[in-house]
């Protein structure tokens, strides 16, 4: 088999059921294909080479002896530098952690480790999942494949670099106000926030803690939903976790779109935040194919934009300043120049700002449930415009909060995002699919019928 690294992970467990590949093969020709690319575009932290190699022996022994334990035995996964493996140091990107050693696994390695997945090292992010790109930090800003110059997205920057640049078939990532999504649709890749609560964020460096979800990101849907099944489930010890009952997330991945119900947000990007004109259009195709493949689609009309991204950073803001203020105390001049700022802002919140902000939170939070009763998921955008220079400061922050994505994380509903275009200039443009709480399956589903129609998902960056 040629083109190992474009794989999906659901293509490489078909592989080694029928003996076509092995664990080992496959990790070698990875390993070989970012040493080669690895150098333009900072993916990791750390890559693990001897570690990867010696899991994917012991996989390739396990297949062999009939023992294997599921769809992502011997598959390889990438994991953010806010989550902990044991042993390694969980960095988060900045120079306060650098000598920050994980004596446990975080909960959602632990169940990689016990589907069988194969961890390749830590990948970048921006400084604790908020200060970035910056090139003040004693790692390098992870790149965009699609072009080397252009921002990859954040704050899971190196997770969306390596799936798109065919390092990796998964990674994890962690999303507060996008950070999962935001790459997705930067790079050109699929990322899934699930439901809050859905997956245990013990072990994971917290940045806000009642907006912080975990999640996969991958090159294709149904290996969204494969890792789901291997990540979800209740964890007493957060005490964010959901306990509700789940199931197989890939159940409909089959089912296509035929009467399904889409509430299409265009205000959001029409007039809310005016997007740029090509995320515009690729979002109109979106809506007008989902159509021609059988749903009803429909316009529908959420709560402003602005209110729900204005509610949503008072939470940010606030609860990150919680998490922050000692070392901005102690060690102001150790975090990038960018972190601070967006740091220092909860500060100067007060107590009744937080509390209002939760009133409305509640009252936001009703009325996405309300709009839903009528429909059976959202389709919205993801980023308004496509990536920009990653070396362009006065555009990263014109173009940062002009976004769809954080309305989800205040609400907690769950929301996938997937390619639906390329612009003039070659880059992605992404979209959202949204469900109702606890109703991943149908989202996916959503999701892999719009793949299924289009050839998005198998686009490269050009020079790779």
């Known amino acids: 088999m040629t083109d190992l690294h474009w794989l999906t992970a659901a293509e490489l467990g078909g592989a080694y059921a029928k003996r076509k590949l092995s664990p080992v093969e496959v990790?070698?020709?990875?390993?070989?294909?970012?040493?080669?690319?690895?150098p333009r575009l900072n993916a990791f932290i750390k890559l693990d080479r001897e570690a990867a190699l010696a899991a994917a022996r012991e996989a390739e022994r396990e297949i062999r002896g009939g023992r294997a334990r599921g769809p992502l035995h011997g598959v390889p996964v990438g994991i953010k530098d806010i989550i902990d493996v044991a042993g390694q140091a969980t960095t988060c990107h900045s120079k306060i952690f650098l000598k920050n050693i994980a004596r446990a696994?975080?909960?959602?390695?632990?169940?990689?480790?016990?589907?069988g997945a194969i961890l390749f090292g830590k990948l970048s992010l921006h400084e604790f999942a908020i200060g970035g790109p910056s090139f003040d930090l004693p790692f390098p800003p992870a790149r965009n494949p699609w072009n080397p110059d252009h921002h990859p997205g954040g704050s899971s920057?190196?997770?969306?670099?390596?799936?798109?640049?065919?390092?990796?078939?998964?990674?994890?990532?962690?999303?507060?106000?996008?950070?999962?999504?935001?790459?997705?649709?930067?790079?050109?890749?699929?990322g899934l926030k699930p439901t809050y609560g859905l997956v245990s964020r013990r072990g994971v460096f917290p940045l806000a803690f009642t907006l912080d979800h975990i999640g996969p990101m991958t090159r294709a849907v149904r290996d969204a939903a494969?890792?789901?099944?291997?990540?979800?489930?209740?964890?007493?010890?957060?005490?964010?976790s959901a306990a509700v009952a789940h199931g197989n997330f890939g159940a409909d991945l089959e089912r296509g779109v035929r009467g399904l119900r889409v509430g299409f947000v265009r205000h959001f990007h029409e007039s809310d935040v005016p997007a740029?004109?090509?995320?515009?259009?690729?979002?109109?195709?979106?809506?007008?194919?989902?159509?021609?493949?059988?749903?009803?689609?429909?316009?529908?009309?959420?709560?402003?934009?602005?209110?729900?991204?204005?509610?949503?950073r008072i939470?940010?803001?606030?609860?990150s300043w919680t998490v922050h203020a000692k070392w901005l105390r102690e060690r102001p001049g150790d975090y990038a120049e960018t972190s601070r700022r967006k740091l220092m802002c909860g500060a100067f919140l007060s107590a009744g700002d937080y509390v209002h902000a939760q009133q409305r939170r509640l009252q936001l939070t009703d009325a996405v449930n309300a709009a839903l009763r009528d429909v059976d998921v959202l389709l919205c955008a993801n980023s308004l415009d496509p990536a920009c220079r990653i070396d362009d400061d006065a555009e990263l922050a014109r173009t940062y909060p002009r976004q769809a994505r954080s309305p989800f994380n205040l609400t907690g509903h769950p929301a996938l995002?997937?390619?639906?275009?390329?612009?003039?200039?070659?880059?992605?443009?992404?979209?959202?699919?949204?469900?109702?709480?606890?109703?991943?399956?149908t989202v996916l589903r959503a999701g892999a019928a719009y793949e299924r129609a289009t050839d998005w998902h198998t686009r490269r960056p050009p020079k790779l």
């Open 417 to 441: 995002a997937l390619m639906c275009g390329l612009s003039k200039s070659g880059l992605p443009i992404s979209a959202q699919i949204v469900g109702h709480m606890h109703d991943e399956v």
């Open 157 to 190: 920057s190196g997770s969306g670099t390596a799936l798109a640049a065919g390092f990796l078939p998964v990674a994890l990532g962690t999303d507060t106000g996008g950070s999962i999504r935001n790459p997705a649709g930067n790079c050109g890749v699929v």
């Open 27 to 38: 990790v070698t020709a990875l390993l070989d294909r970012i040493a080669k690319l690895e």
């Open 226 to 240: 494969l890792v789901l099944d291997a990540l979800a489930g209740h964890d007493a010890a957060d005490p964010g």
């Open 105 to 115: 696994d975080a909960e959602v390695v632990s169940r990689l480790r016990a589907a």
């Open 276 to 312: 740029h004109p090509e995320v515009t259009a690729a979002l109109d195709e979106a809506a007008k194919l989902l159509k021609r493949e059988g749903a009803t689609v429909r316009d529908i009309r959420l709560p402003s934009l602005q209110e729900l991204g204005g509610v949503s």
């Open 315 to 319: 939470f940010m803001q606030a609860e």
